[in-house]
């Protein structure tokens, strides 16, 4: 699905990777045969089918590419202990994933508390960035492509909704990440044209709002 | 001269299924260490140290490193230690366990917690619906064998520990009953496998002083389900 950043996340592993893939978009109004045959028990995207063989749930998909194309970019640190923090960090992202979903659905003071609120999340999460370039290190890894989506997305959030979250004086090294993140020509190949998310996130908030 | 392994030490607390993971793990691995017990009611300076983020046990120290999140501290574990593998050796497999690890951990909260800890004025039909769908589910990764690892106890058998054992305590003191073996079969010759294993019995807390554990706070869970309920 076009502007799914879970999708995003399987479409930058397998390109850092080197990986040739098939791209089939689904109508998520409308589910095809395929998918719910290849993830019956949550019926989402994205599926990976390798060989046959369906892999579901964007952050095991990562791992996945990373293993079963072992000599190619190193996805995820050969450390232990750097692969257990990576791991880490990715869960705390997904598990507060909310607090950003929170932003886009609320107005006036909801959404002021939702942005702060989400700012906190960010400021822990922007721990795991000091003094490198990358979550990953030197190089874009693990935690990069599984955040990496906020880049793209909390901007187009931020104009959509008229709030600050990611800003030099509250979160200047997340700040300061997104511009190398978005300047690695790998992942700015495979994202969605901002115009294009910006209308459609700008129709989902009316959505959301009227509902 | 070989240099001195970096001590293991796991904090815990009683009763947790997410701590005896981690204890499986490092009793699976032939890893000696220290089990340090929190009072979770009046969590240490030690826990919010190593764990500043969720301020949760299970945490394994591993010399200078700390790891935290059950399923991260497996995974750890089964990467930092010799000994019998945890994971499967094959990508594909590695990553069914996964799917069924973050199942388990996501998909059976809600569903248990409103099925057994509401009262009598809850229909809990839907809720005791989905979490048998949700079993059924598991259970057909079993595929015919004893553990979910084969032969022997794996990751994914230790994850679902708190189906082996919590869950009977559960029924017990709620009343309501989830399984049966009718419905169950393979879930049922799972869970009897699981709690008479050698290993596991070192590490399980004895079920009659679970069932007194969890029954002092029924009440509280009783009331903490109610609050949310209706959230």
């Given at each position: 699905m076009w502007a799914s950043p879970m999708v995003i996340r399987v479409e930058w592993a397998l390109r850092l990777k080197g990986v040739e893939y098939e791209y089939v978009d689904e109508d998520l109004a409308n589910k095809s045969a395929d998918l719910l045959r290849y993830n019956p028990v949550t019926k989402k995207v994205p599926v990976l089918v390798h060989d046959g063989k369906p892999i579901a749930e964007s952050t095991i998909i990562v791992e996945y590419i990373d293993e079963a194309w072992n000599g190619g970019y190193p996805i995820m640190a050969a450390d232990p202990y750097e692969r257990a923090q990576a791991r880490f960090w990715a869960r705390y992202a997904e598990d507060k994933v909310r607090a950003l979903y929170a932003i886009f659905s609320t107005t006036s003071e909801a959404q002021r508390k939702a942005a702060h609120e989400a700012q906190q999340c960010l400021k822990t999460l922007e721990t795991a960035l000091e003094g490198k370039k990358f979550f990953g290190g030197d190089a874009v890894g693990y935690v990069d492509i599984i955040v990496g989506w906020y880049a793209h997305w909390l901007p187009v959030v931020e104009e959509v909704c008229g709030v600050s979250v990611v800003t030099d004086e509250e979160l200047p090294l997340l700040k300061a990440w997104f511009g190398r993140l978005l300047a690695v020509d790998v992942l700015k190949a495979a994202l969605p044209d901002r115009d294009r998310l910006l209308a459609a996130n700008k129709a989902r908030r009316e959505q959301v709002l009227s509902a | 001269m070989a240099a001195e392994a970096p001590a293991v030490k796991l904090i815990g607390g009683y009763g947790s299924p997410y701590v005896h993971r981690i204890e499986m793990a490092l009793r699976l691995k032939g890893v000696t260490y220290e089990l340090i017990l929190e009072d979770l009611r009046n969590k240490s300076e030690l826990l919010f140290k190593h764990?500043?983020?969720?301020?949760?046990?299970p945490v394994l120290l591993h010399g200078d490193r700390t790891v935290c999140e059950s399923l991260v501290i497996l995974e750890y574990i089964d990467e930092a230690f010799d000994g019998p593998p945890l994971l499967p050796a094959d990508p594909y497999e590695r990553s069914e366990a996964r799917f069924w690890a973050q199942f388990i951990d996501q998909k059976f909260a809600r569903p248990f917690w409103f099925s057994f800890w509401?009262?009598?004025?809850?229909?809990k039909r839907a809720f005791l619906k989905e979490a048998k769908e949700n079993l059924t589910l598991l259970e057909?990764?079993?595929?015919?064998?004893?553990?979910f690892g084969g032969d022997t106890i794996g990751f994914l058998d230790i994850t679902a520990c708190a189906l082996a054992h919590w869950l009977g305590v559960t029924e017990e003191v709620t009343g309501v009953t989830l399984v049966n073996k009718e419905e169950l079969p393979a879930f049922c010759k799972w869970a009897d496998g699981y709690i008479s294993d050698e290993t596991v019995k070192q590490c399980l807390p004895v079920r009659d002083e679970l069932v007194a554990y969890f029954s002092a706070r029924k009440e509280m869970y009783m009331a903490r389900a109610r609050a949310t309920l209706h959230k």
């Open positions: - | 764990n500043p983020v969720h301020k949760l046990v509401t009262g009598d004025d809850v229909d057909a990764q079993l595929k015919g064998r004893s553990f």
